[in-house]
């Protein structure tokens, strides 16, 4: 019943290539070319079901090739070759270079493990997805399919843990796009709503709160919207590691297998065009996962199979295969519990329904295993059994479909060499005077720009305090509305324990708009606000860890492969830097589209770069908003000439001026101590400076405490002379506004001793944000009427 | 030394507060097991062998058709059980999810003969939404679950259903005054009749409520936590378990 591929081993390169085509393989011609000579060499024309799992073991979305491939990159005149390709010469190289023994299982599960809390007794486990390619087509789906995805990574990383907190993070069009789409394309407000709608009704569904996140808005996104989901685990240390052992049973839990996700794995490694399968979008259930999930943390507690993985992109084919790279396995899908009846084996491989888990249980633990699964009412299959063949044996009933050979499947991937270009813009000195009145105008208009505006229509339809372990909150402050830096999650509903306080943090950075200018610097950046952001709620970021998300358009566009081997390079440096491992990743290309005038559009080149880091005591962590009139204010870090790509610049058209520049060294000395104050309970309240810069983050901390502030301007630390405007709205990075109590003000001045900083103004009763410089008043503003104008947006 | 209190928290396919409820109830000094429902409709886990029943928050069978309905079918199955249980003055309280069980069984408002008389329905806002709000307590309520709570108590809400309509004004008058209405909500979240965030039965004994106790049994619940004004403030979540447990001793 197999279709056979006859005359496979005798077509000429260009019929191979017309062939890949019209199945959806995504495989180029020298892969073509290799699966030919394999199969030569055995004798053998390949079945059908044999090609979709090659195109599946290595499409882009499953081997990461554009990451692992040589790259001859020519960045300005300079020329250089990366013999061993991105992956291993930036963020594998940093996280082996800092060789940090908290990091417990990196770059080889479904997800990063770390350390956690005391006594090495738990450990926690964080991936993060995306999810483009189907929220560009079926927002509501592809959302929804990308959460369970991500959870069930963390359900599939060692012997599965606990997911505790859900993080989300998207890039949209702005929801009032008025510009001409393609006649196939969804309009951005369509997609924000699916998506938001999808993440909310699968994530309160599974009880897992989704508690952090960010939104970015572009223009560009308008064809291709980003989705990044991702996920926290609790697991004990004993369940990082999985072992497969031949003779073990291949037991296949949760949802049934339907003809929903054929060739996910491969359309997320091609360009959406109009004709772009809509099957390719899966079909999610979250009680069916919710079902799995609870299932499966009883079945981990027995200890009652030795490895797990999850069906993700490639169904079966991926997961089983995987599992079985090592040994070999032998799989009958006649087996499998099907949605439909009319399904045709090869897609029963590489289905990627919704919500299956794999285990491999030893024969004697099977009965147990049912018990549980049945008690739970999750459907389950024992579909065949791990050998010691190293082969890839599948039948469906009689008929053997597939039969491949360790080796070539998983190395037999022909590694091309990809090109690179880099020309550096050219950025000048900014001017920004505008006559003092004007200024609370600006700030106005900076807290309602899209970037910096309230996200609380989007978090308050997500259950984020479910689980009991949300203790500080994404929305912070007197009237629970603030925007907090990050997030403090208290575990207790996997460790059990209410007597032990030992939390983490979750933040991110991202800042696409950095990464026109400076692609290198994004990333420092990014990597500088995660770290930050991790600090501002008192996290201890001396044990951070990174997670990075590279979201790009086609790698066949060498000018966007430069901005990407400059991306990865400051990650590299960043990690370094930061004394932050990454501890998973992942990429996603082919983020671009045809646009209405039939011209490419790729979307901006985005890193997003998760940040975890470890909160010993949550009854000791910090938040924004403002505390008590009389406090002291500090700012900690320099200002620069960096108007560029900031939010004041986009208001006034500011083009081509210095982006931020990230002295990385310096930040995280000052970072220490700041740690340091906060440990000796100096510091009350802390905020970074983003969006908005000094007059932003001021004005934040303001409204969300219900208090006035009132600074001055005259002993900001600047680099070089900078006028009022730059002072207040340049978006340097680093820096971080802190509250203390006066009496504190000699303890403070010795911990920050060494890094630039200054006091520069007070909290007050009144309801007013004041700055000045010298007696000059610049910004006198109610900060209920600013707060209104930051909630005044619609985001969705 | 009395044995402590046994709680039955009932749990089954998307029911998600379980854990939290039983540490809540931990906290509040009692011992608690999550039991699937299929334990307890098959007969093996028997409701009346417990001190306290707790029907918890979530999205049982994904709220498929309406909120708690296919729960609420199976709970059916042992209707006999779980009114003896109430019957014997025993503590029963649904939260959210729960909440709705209990009303499409009829049990709240308390009825007879099973009638349901209340339902749970969509916010007006037409959205799920996860926020803190302020209730009011009713001091004269028969509620056990309420007693000695401040005048004004701060709980999070976190449902798409939580609109409760009465269409039957007799009903709605005997609630009010019997004051089987211990809890309203300050500024109403949901449009739902009279304000009402909580029901319970004549004898105080069967309570239900929309917004989530079990999420406020730590201060460090609270979202305004970190400000120095909230240093002493109670959890008041804590206090409904508590009082279940007082209750028991008496």
Redesign the interface.
Same mark, same amino acid.
């Given at each position: 019943m197999e279709r056979k591929l006859k005359d496979f081993t005798s077509l000429s390169a260009s019929a191979l290539c017309a062939l890949q085509g019209n199945c959806g393989w995504s495989l180029c011609e020298a892969e073509m070319l290799a699966a030919q000579k394999y199969f030569k060499t055995i004798g053998r024309a390949p079945t059908q079901a044999e090609m979709e799992t090659v195109a599946q073991t290595w499409s882009e979305h499953c081997k990461h090739k554009t990451f692992n491939d040589p790259i001859s990159f020519q960045n300005g005149n300079k020329k250089e070759l990366i013999k061993e390709g991105l992956f291993k010469s930036t963020v594998y190289k940093a996280t082996k270079k800092l060789n940090k023994k908290w990091c417990l299982s990196v770059f080889k599960d479904n997800a990063g493990v770390i350390e956690f809390g005391k006594d090495k007794k738990w450990a926690l486990a964080f991936k993060a997805e995306t999810h483009n390619h189907p929220c560009a087509v079926e927002p509501y789906g592809g959302a929804e399919t990308g959460v369970g995805g991500v959870v069930r990574d963390i359900l599939g990383v060692g012997l599965g843990a606990k997911p505790v907190v859900n993080t989300d993070i998207f890039c949209f069009a702005p929801p009032n796009y008025s510009k001409k789409l393609p006649p196939a394309a969804l309009h951005p407000k369509r997609i924000i709503n699916g998506v938001i709608d999808g993440v909310r009704d699968y994530g309160n569904r599974l009880g897992i709160p989704t508690a952090a996140g960010a939104v970015w808005y572009d223009d560009d996104f308008a064809l291709n919207p980003l989705v990044f989901v991702g996920t926290i685990g609790i697991m004990p240390t004993w369940a990082v590691h999985k072992k497969v052992y031949p003779g073990d049973l291949v037991v296949a839990i949760g949802g049934r297998t339907g003809r929903d996700g054929l060739h996910g794995a491969t359309f997320s490694s091609a360009v959406i065009e109009d004709a772009s399968e809509v099957s390719a979008v899966q079909i999610g259930h979250a009680i069916n996962e919710k079902k799995v999930l609870d299932a499966m943390m009883k079945l981990q507690a027995k200890k009652l199979y030795r490895a797990v993985t999850d069906c993700g992109a490639g169904g079966f084919s991926s997961a089983i295969g995987e599992l079985g790279s090592e040994c070999g396995v032998n799989i009958d899908l006649k087996k499998a519990i099907l949605k439909e009846s009319k399904i045709q084996p090869w897609e029963i491989w590489v289905s990627e329904s919704q919500e299956r888990m794999i285990l491999c249980v030893p024969p004697k633990n099977l009965k147990a295993v049912e018990k549980i699964l049945k008690a739970e009412d999750c459907e389950y299959a024992v579909l065949g059994k791990f050998t010691k063949t190293n082969k890839l044996e599948v039948y469906f009933g009689k008929d053997k479909i597939v039969d491949l050979d360790n080796y070539f499947l998983h190395g037999g991937v022909p590694k091309i060499v990809r090109r690179a270009i880099w020309q550096t813009p050219k950025l000048k000195a900014s001017k920004l005077n505008l006559p003092a009145k004007k200024y609370g105008e600006l700030l106005q208009k900076c807290l309602a720009n899209l970037n910096a505006c309230s996200r609380e229509a989007i978090i308050r339809q997500y259950d984020h305090e479910v689980q009991g372990g949300t203790v500080v909150k994404p929305l912070q402050g007197i009237k629970h509305d603030g925007p907090g830096d990050a997030s403090v999650i208290w575990p207790v509903s996997a460790t059990g324990n209410q007597k032990d306080f030992n939390g983490f943090a979750v933040s991110h950075g991202i800042n696409p708009e950095i990464g026109k200018s400076d692609p290198y610097q994004m990333a420092l950046n990014c990597c500088d606000e995660a770290v930050r952001n991790l600090l501002c709620v008192g996290a201890d970021i001396n044990k951070t860890a990174f997670l990075d998300n590279f979201c790009w358009g086609s790698p066949e566009n060498p000018k966007l492969m430069g901005a990407l081997v400059l991306t990865a390079k400051g990650c590299y440096d960043g990690a370094l830097a930061y004394g932050a491992p990454f501890i998973s990743g992942k990429d996603s290309f082919y983020n671009q589209s045809k646009d209405a005038a039939g011209k490419d559009l790729p979307v901006p080149s985005t890193i997003l770069i998760s940040a975890t880091a470890p909160v010993y005591d949550v009854r000791r962590a910090i938040t924004m908003d403002l505390k008590e009139a009389g406090n002291d204010l500090y700012i900690v870090g320099l200002t620069k000439d960096e108007l560029g790509r900031s939010t004041a610049a986009q208001i006034l058209g500011i083009k081509d001026t210095f982006v931020p520049v990230v002295d990385a060294k310096s930040a995280l000395a000052a970072y220490k101590k700041i740690y340091g104050a906060m440990q000796k309970g100096l510091i009350k309240t802390a905020h970074d400076l983003s969006q908005g810069g000094l007059a932003g983050a001021l004005a934040e901390m303001a409204f969300s405490g219900g208090l006035g502030a009132e600074i001055n301007l005259n002993a900001l630390p600047c680099k070089g002379k900078l006028s009022d405007g730059q002072k207040l709205f340049s978006e340097s990075a680093s820096r971080i506004i802190l509250e203390a109590s006066p009496k504190d003000a000699a303890a403070i001045s010795k911990a920050l001793k060494g890094s630039v900083f200054v006091k520069i103004g007070k909290v007050s009763e009144g309801k007013k944000l004041v700055v000045k410089y010298g007696k000059k008043e610049i910004i006198a503003q109610d900060i209920n009427k600013l707060k209104k104008s930051w909630q005044s947006t619609a985001v969705m | 030394m009395k044995k402590k209190a046994k709680a039955l928290v009932v749990r089954t396919?998307?029911? !998600?507060?379980d854990?939290?409820t039983k540490?809540?109830l931990? &906290?509040a000094g009692a011992v608690a097991e999550l039991i699937?429902t !299929?334990?307890i409709t098959s007969g093996k886990t028997k409701i009346l062998n417990y001190d306290i029943l707790i029907f918890p928050g979530?999205?049982s069978?994904?709220?498929d058709i309406a909120g708690g309905k296919i729960w609420s079918v199976h709970i059916d199955k042992v209707y006999a059980d779980v009114k003896k249980f109430i019957d014997s003055g025993r503590p029963v309280m649904g939260i959210c999810n729960g909440f709705q069980v209990l009303t499409k069984l009829g049990f709240l408002p308390e009825s007879k003969d099973k009638k349901q008389t209340a339902s749970l329905t969509f916010n007006d806002s037409g959205?799920?939404?996860? &926020?803190?709000v302020e209730l009011k307590v009713n001091k004269n309520s028969p509620c056990i679950f309420t007693k000695n709570l401040n005048d004004i108590i701060e709980l999070?809400i976190?449902h798409g259903e939580g609109k409760i309509v009465i269409d039957d004004k007799t009903v709605l008058e005997e609630l009010k005054k019997n004051n089987y209405i211990p809890l309203t909500y300050v500024d109403n979240p949901n449009g739902s009749v009279l304000d009402i965030a909580g029901v319970c039965n004549k004898r105080g004994n069967c309570f239900g409520l929309m917004p989530?106790p079990?999420?406020y049994?730590?201060p460090?619940?609270h979202?305004?936590?970190?400000?120095?004004q909230m240093q002493k403030v109670k959890a008041a979540g804590l206090e409904f378990f508590k009082n279940a447990v007082e209750y028991l001793k008496d």
């Open positions: - | 396919a998307g029911i !998600n507060c854990i939290e540490l809540a931990e &906290k699937h !299929n334990e979530g999205f069978y994904g709220d959205v799920f939404i996860d &926020k803190w999070p976190a989530h079990e999420r049994a730590s460090l619940h979202p305004s936590w970190t400000r120095p």
